[in-house]
């Protein structure tokens, strides 16, 4: 058995990205992916992050996994050696097959992305000189497709146009973003959106631009969207946040959060610990 390379971009991958475990005849027993993403402001610590997908028959699958991991330290070396690494996967909890592969292989299992409830402050919080939020419109195709292309330009890459469409159908939605006055002008700084329906609402997506992390801007942010969500009806407010994640531990934090439920678990294993 070998592993080759496909000959063109495979399911949006670049093929030195993509692995694909065949025998001599050329049945194929597998395939495994690896992407790599620059993350200083999401993880400070290891801002260099591989995610790998191994997709495989029993018989392939160290094949399949020792290339991978082999891929990883070639981009990590690529990318700044002297930063730490990490490479990770994601795996349903119920999923123990996939994590005792994982465990036995030297990945950290206990990384998830957890279901948070936040507790809505009293008012409406106090918004910094010369910041002000208002509501974002996003009623026309080019609003809503800047509105995406904005959220990925800040690490948010989960968010749609037809996702964005089903949250505004909701009963209860907002998209609030922060202005900041400079001297050449109003610029947009941070935005988020929350939907829900009845006495629920989950904050969907959020992001302050590079320039003005670390400020607390991002708790401002939070607590107004919060404070408007609550004066509809709204008592119970949810959100997502990644376990490793010191950035959006620390702003859950600031509204008492309680975790809910793990939704995935991200298995990870550090190159350089």
Request: proline fraction near 6%; include cysteine.
């Amino acid at each position: 058995m070998r592993v080759i390379h496909p000959q063109g971009i495979y399911n949006g991958n670049a093929p030195e990205n993509v692995f694909i475990a065949v025998d001599d005849m050329g049945t194929q027993y597998g395939v495994a992916t690896i992407v790599y993403q620059r993350q200083q402001d999401m993880f400070p610590d290891r801002p260099h992050n591989m995610f790998i997908t191994l997709d495989s028959q029993p018989a392939a699958q160290y094949l399949l996994f020792g290339a991978l991991m082999g891929r990883a330290q070639q981009l990590w070396h690529e990318n700044g050696a002297d930063q730490r690494a990490r490479v990770y996967t994601s795996v349903q909890p119920s999923d123990e097959g996939r994590l005792a592969f994982y465990e036995r292989n030297g990945f950290d299992i206990s990384v998830s992305e957890n279901a948070v409830r936040l507790e809505i402050p009293e008012g409406y919080g106090r918004e910094p000189m010369g910041c002000s939020t208002n509501q974002l419109p996003l009623n026309t195709l080019q609003d809503q497709m800047d509105f995406i292309c904005r959220l990925q330009q800040n690490g948010v890459n989960y968010i749609d146009q037809p996702l964005l469409q089903q949250m505004q159908i909701q009963p209860h939605f907002l998209g609030l973003g922060m202005i900041y006055n400079t001297q050449e002008g109003p610029r947009l700084i941070g935005e988020i959106i929350l939907a829900g329906q009845g006495s629920s609402c989950e904050v969907l997506a959020m992001y302050i631009i590079p320039e003005y992390r670390r400020q607390g801007l991002g708790r401002v942010l939070l607590h107004r969207a919060m404070a408007i969500v609550a004066a509809e009806g709204v008592n119970l407010i949810v959100g997502r946040i990644l376990s490793n994640s010191l950035p959006q531990c620390r702003l859950a934090a600031n509204f008492r959060s309680t975790i809910t439920r793990q939704e995935t678990l991200f298995p990870s294993l550090y190159l350089n610990p």
